[in-house]
């Protein structure tokens, strides 16, 4: 009797680049995966009123091959692409386990001592090729065999062959937060780092949340304005689409009739790392308030682009906006908390 073929087999030659792009998503335990002919979807969510995802395309991949699941009989409708939930912190961790032998990796561990079984690989390893001085790429392959099937991902490098299966599971209803993609109010496209300066420098006040307000383009001098206020203060950071320079911080802007909107503050920072990663962002405003901010990060070290001249992908956040009063409600329950305390 013939065995389906596994549903996925993706392989790569930087397990140390995969860490970086999932690293851009917000904590959570466990994250949506889907798998389909196109790439892999990994995606996080709070409460309904954040997302975050990325999408792994499988031009960033040296193989890629996807066999869609086949129903029990031919008169059966076509079954669904793949959707499970794993453990994130476990695939991170997994991923960062395979990195160590990694050179370039090192100052992506923030100087966190590794365990004990990741001090057993890099002793194997050193034993075998020198890590700190000279580096084979080693190959990194994900592969979901059927429904319920654990994840593997298998490392090979130097001869030593290393699998971890991940356990996944059925997964939670996922809402996805609709973005009205014809229907914009305002939409804008950065450097990734100055939108990154202005939350840091937005932060230092602690604030509960954070508003973006942008001028009509027909404005004299368009601009889109981030405050935030909160117990130590406030403050705003503009940026102006008229500036002499010849490499204007925004570098496209559209607004038909000008845009407010708030939002959580946390929500925000929640998606620093993938400012920290990305070169650009594409700030977005529906009509409807909510914000999606898109980035474009630059991948090295896997496969696409032809003529070896790079690849990139996508992280995006969606973020649903505060009801006007739901921030001075939330900062009323914390006096109360504190001061029952």
């Given at each position: ?17 995969l860490l970086s792009l999932l690293r851009c998503l917000p904590s959570a335990q466990k994250s949506h995966i889907r798998i389909s002919e196109q790439g892999i979807r990994i995606a996080t969510e709070e409460g309904s009123i954040t997302e975050a995802f ?99 991902i298998h490392m090979s490098e130097s001869g030593v062959a290393t699998t971890s299966s991940l356990t996944t599971f059925l997964p939670d209803s996922l809402t996805e937060i609709p973005f009205a993609r014809d229907a914009i109010a305002m939409k804008t ?153």
């Amino acid at each position: 009797m013939a065995t389906d073929p596994p549903i996925l087999t993706a392989t790569t030659p930087s397990a140390r680049q995969l860490l970086s792009l999932l690293r851009c998503l917000p904590s959570a335990q466990k994250s949506h995966i889907r798998i389909s002919e196109q790439g892999i979807r990994i995606a996080t969510e709070e409460g309904s009123i954040t997302e975050a995802f990325v999408f792994l395309d499988k031009a960033l991949f040296t193989t890629y091959t996807y066999a869609a699941p086949t129903p029990a009989s031919s008169q059966d409708d076509a079954l669904p692409a793949p959707h499970f939930q794993i453990s994130l912190p476990a695939l991170l961790e997994t991923l960062n386990i395979f990195t160590l032998s990694d050179p370039t990796a090192s100052s992506s561990s923030g100087g966190k001592a590794p365990d004990a079984f990741a001090s057993h690989r890099l002793a194997r390893h050193a034993g075998l090729n020198n890590p700190f001085t000279s580096h084979t790429a080693g190959l990194c392959t994900l592969s979901y065999e059927r429904e319920g099937a654990p994840l593997q991902i298998h490392m090979s490098e130097s001869g030593v062959a290393t699998t971890s299966s991940l356990t996944t599971f059925l997964p939670d209803s996922l809402t996805e937060i609709p973005f009205a993609r014809d229907a914009i109010a305002m939409k804008t496209i950065l450097r990734s780092s100055a939108l990154s300066e202005a939350v840091s420098e937005l932060s230092s006040f602690n604030p509960e949340s954070l508003t973006l307000s942008a001028t009509a383009s027909s404005h004299t001098n368009p601009t889109l304005t981030l405050s935030a206020s909160g117990a130590l203060g406030s403050a705003a950071v503009a940026f102006i689409t008229a500036t002499p320079s010849d490499t204007p911080v925004l570098e496209t802007y559209t607004c038909p009739s000008g845009a407010r909107a708030s939002f959580k503050f946390s929500l925000i920072k929640a998606a620093q790392r993938a400012m920290g990663a990305a070169a650009k962002v594409s700030i977005r405003i529906d009509a409807e308030g909510v914000l999606c901010l898109q980035f474009l990060v630059e991948v090295e070290g896997l496969a696409g682009g032809d003529g070896g001249g790079g690849a990139h992908t996508f992280v995006e956040f969606r973020v649903v906006p505060l009801v006007d009063g739901e921030v001075d409600e939330e900062s009323e329950d914390g006096e109360s908390s504190s001061e029952g305390d």
